[in-house]
């Protein structure tokens, strides 16, 4: 009888993750941060002379959330900072690869969040205005990674992303920094929406 294939990963911080069950006792925010400041968004098909990291759009995409909805409570910006926190070990796939994997990717990411979720004391899922207001910012923030940093023109990404208010963006601009710049970044503010929490 075949031997059924290893479905775990060994994290930096010595826990085991198992993909098809995970739980959120083998979830630490150091892996988290480890592994999305080393994940390149676009396939690492941007200008620079750093990839632009998972952990790079997170933290600016809960930037933006945090300007379009004010009134956020620390959990709903930390949903938003870890919006994309299972690709810390699924990767970052473009959505035409998601689409070409088919259904199983998403249950993938499903199982990965809740876990996730559970484990930093957010509902196991996001709640649907809260997604749509996530994903809103997740677009702004697409439209900027697009039109400073991946090569499109403004008109190619006002059609894949939809045109954002340039006021709301006015002041922000992408940088790319080194992975363990942006790792610690990313650590603090989850620790600091953490203890906004409590």
């Known amino acids: 009888m075949a031997k059924p294939p290893r479905a775990w990963q060994r994290m930096l911080s010595g826990r085991r993750l198992d993909l098809l069950d995970p739980t959120p006792v083998d979830i630490e925010i150091k892996d988290i941060a480890h592994g999305l400041a080393f994940v390149a968004r676009w396939?690492?098909?941007?200008?620079?002379?750093?990839a632009?990291?998972?952990?790079?759009?997170s933290l600016l995409v809960e930037t933006l959330f945090a300007r379009l909805c004010p009134k956020a409570t620390a959990a709903e910006r930390l949903t938003a900072?870890?919006?994309?926190?299972?690709?810390?070990?699924?990767?970052?796939?473009?959505s035409p690869v998601?689409?070409?994997?088919?259904?199983g990717?998403?249950?993938?990411?499903?199982?990965?969040?809740?876990a996730i979720h559970i484990?930093?004391?957010?509902?196991?899922?996001?709640?649907a205005k809260l997604k749509k207001q996530i994903k809103k910012a997740d677009r702004i923030s697409a439209?900027?990674?697009a039109t400073q940093i991946?090569?499109?023109t403004r008109a190619e990404a006002d059609k894949f992303f939809g045109a954002p208010d340039l006021d709301l963006i006015a002041d922000l601009s992408i940088v790319l920094r080194p992975p363990v710049e942006v790792r610690n970044d990313f650590t603090s503010r989850h620790n600091t929406l953490i203890g906004e929490m409590v």
Request: glycine content about 12%; overall charge negative.
């Open 81 to 94: 900072l870890l919006h994309d926190a299972p690709e810390y070990v699924i990767g970052d796939m473009i």
């Open 52 to 57: 632009y990291s998972v952990a790079e759009h």
């Open 150 to 152: 991946a090569g499109f």
């Open 119 to 127: 484990r930093f004391g957010l509902p196991a899922v996001t709640p």
């Open 98 to 103: 998601k689409a070409a994997v088919g259904p």
């Open 105 to 114: 990717y998403g249950a993938l990411d499903d199982r990965l969040t809740a």
């Open 43 to 50: 396939n690492g098909q941007t200008f620079g002379d750093y």
């Open 143 to 145: 439209w900027m990674e």
